[in-house]
């Protein structure tokens, strides 16, 4: 599977290069936010002031990466996860590739990553795969983007990496 993966990145590189139009290769910085929500468990009561969905998840991501031209761009990812009910803290750094499917005033994309997670307690590492589509949207006036979109994320860990949390999450980035 991992030699699938390396195999999917390798040729998509190769052949985002090749198609290279004078387009000048950018480094950015982006910042992120996602979190998962689920329906508040407790219940409701009339002088609560609890909410009907609660976040279960949230992740906050820094990325450094490359557009290598106006579709396909990559990034290296350090993120921290955390999750409340299993009550669980992890460090993740893997890479991604992101291909612009819509390109016109605003892009549409789908992304990939895969990588490495480490945590504490029992549960201290396991790999990470994520998919991903969403928007982009480009600010006028100032060289600046915002991504928003879904996520769907599988952490796998424990003995043989048989364990696995499965989330799916709304994600709001800045690209800078």
């Not at 387009?23 to 508040?40: C, E, M, P, S, V």
């Not at 290598?68 to 996860?81: F, P, T, V, W, Y």
């Not at 009910?85 to 819509?102: A, E, G, M, V």
């Not at 994309?109 to 928007?135: A, C, D, S, V």
């Amino acid at each position: 599977m991992k030699l699938l993966y390396l195999q999917i990145f390798l040729c998509v590189t190769f052949i985002s290069v090749g198609q290279n139009d004078d387009f000048d290769r950018q480094l950015f910085y982006k910042i992120g936010i996602a979190a998962t929500l689920t329906l508040n468990s407790e219940g409701l009561s009339s002088d609560d002031d609890s909410s009907w969905i609660v976040p279960n998840a949230l992740f906050v991501k820094n990325t450094l990466g490359i557009a290598i031209n106006k579709r396909i761009s990559m990034g290296l990812n350090a993120e921290l996860d955390w999750h409340n009910k299993p009550n669980l803290l992890f460090f993740s750094i893997y890479p991604d590739i992101r291909y612009n499917i819509i390109q016109k005033d605003d892009n549409g994309f789908i992304r990939f990553g895969y990588g490495k997670m480490f945590g504490k307690g029992e549960l201290n590492e396991g790999t990470l795969y994520k998919i991903g589509i969403g928007g982009e949207y480009f600010h006028e006036h100032i060289e600046r983007s915002t991504l928003f979109g879904l996520e769907f994320t599988q952490k796998s860990f424990g003995f043989k990496e048989a364990d696995k949390l499965v989330s799916v999450s709304i994600f709001l980035e800045m690209i800078f």
